[in-house]
């Protein structure tokens, strides 16, 4: 054996020691209950995953997984809490699309989305703009449109920041060229708010309006995806109606606390990829009007990139702000 290769022998060697703890922490990890903290309340979307993909990773994980829902601030209380947390494997966060948004939106967020180790992509949903048809009666998102622009409107979204909002303000405003007033609720709470006739339209997510729409409760308008969703075919495209291109989505992740072992992450992201990719999950998040989306952690951080880039540019254009 050469010098070289004695060099490179023994590099190698002091590489898989330094290794070895990281490696057997991942193997014994979760050695405690894993909490699932939630950014937004009971009933929500993300709630709703986070509970379901709880429940299935209990038995595989072989601990108990506890959701804890924190809302407030835009998802920012349990984000920051989740990044004070133990990075030891025993704290997660769920998060939507809020996440990459609340850093431009907020003056101080309390966190930036880079800080945390990207964990898993969950699943996707398009927002859904709704109205409650005895209030506002139009059948398309141009009467809408036109309706907007002949008399004062107010939509509900699920919050300020989230995409139900920005895509809201990127459509009428900025392309439409219409003014309508936001009113901020909860996901859940939104639905609840068109539905009640607080407000004649809504915008969120497309999971808590689902029953809703399919009962005739809420008139679906557009769907902010670019192919329409399966679960209300009958519901047409923003893009299919006279906005090519245009798609906000509602997206759904799971963070670790900064400094979270690298293999500890893979290993969650493992199990919830496999998670995902059960038959059993994928039908029911596909009734409720979810895109489950297993994808490798490198693909969850360079799409997290570029969406916290997207957005922020949305953010500043509109003057959108949470302060």
């Known amino acids: 054996m050469n010098i070289a290769t004695t060099r490179r022998a023994a590099l190698l060697g002091a590489g898989a020691f330094l290794a070895a703890p990281r490696l057997a922490h991942a193997q014994a990890w979760p050695d405690k209950p894993v909490r699932i903290v939630v950014a937004f309340p009971p009933g929500s979307s993300t709630d709703v995953l986070a509970r379901a993909l709880g429940n ?15 809302p407030g601030a835009g998802g920012n209380i349990a984000t ?50 709704t109205v409650n048809p005895e209030k506002l009666q139009v059948g398309n998102l141009q009467d809408l449109i036109a309706a907007a622009k002949s008399r004062p409107l107010d939509y509900g979204s699920s919050g300020i920041g989230t995409t139900t909002h920005l895509g809201m303000e990127l459509l009428f405003r900025r392309l439409a060229g219409v003014e309508i007033q936001h009113v901020p609720f909860g996901p859940a709470q939104a639905v609840t708010a068109v539905v009640g006739g607080q407000v004649p339209v809504g915008s969120t997510s497309l999971p808590p309006a689902l029953p809703m729409v399919r009962d005739g409760r809420l008139r679906g308008i557009a769907v902010t995806s670019l192919r329409r969703d399966p679960s209300l075919p009958e519901v047409p495209t923003v893009a299919e109606q006279g906005f090519t291109g245009f798609e906000a989505l509602t997206w759904f992740g799971m963070f670790a606390p900064p400094g979270t ?8 992201n493992a199990e919830v990829n496999r998670a995902l990719n059960s038959a059993e999950l994928a039908q029911r998040l596909n009734a409720a009007g979810f895109a489950p989306d297993p994808r490798p952690r490198d693909d969850f951080a360079a799409y997290l990139r570029d969406e916290v880039t997207k957005w922020a540019d949305v953010v500043r254009a509109s003057g959108a702000t949470a302060n």
């Open 56 to 70: 299935a990773l209990q038995p595989v994980l072989g601990q108990p997984v506890v959701v804890e829902n924190r």
């Open 80 to 129: 920051v809490a989740v990044k004070r947390g133990p990075a030891d494997g025993s704290v997660f966060l769920a998060h939507s699309v809020a996440f990459s948004v609340n850093p431009s939106l907020f003056g101080n967020a309390g966190y930036e989305a880079t800080e945390f180790e990207p964990v898993a992509m969950l699943a996707s949903t398009p927002n859904i703009i």
């Open 261 to 268: 072992p690298a293999a500890i992450c893979d290993r969650m």
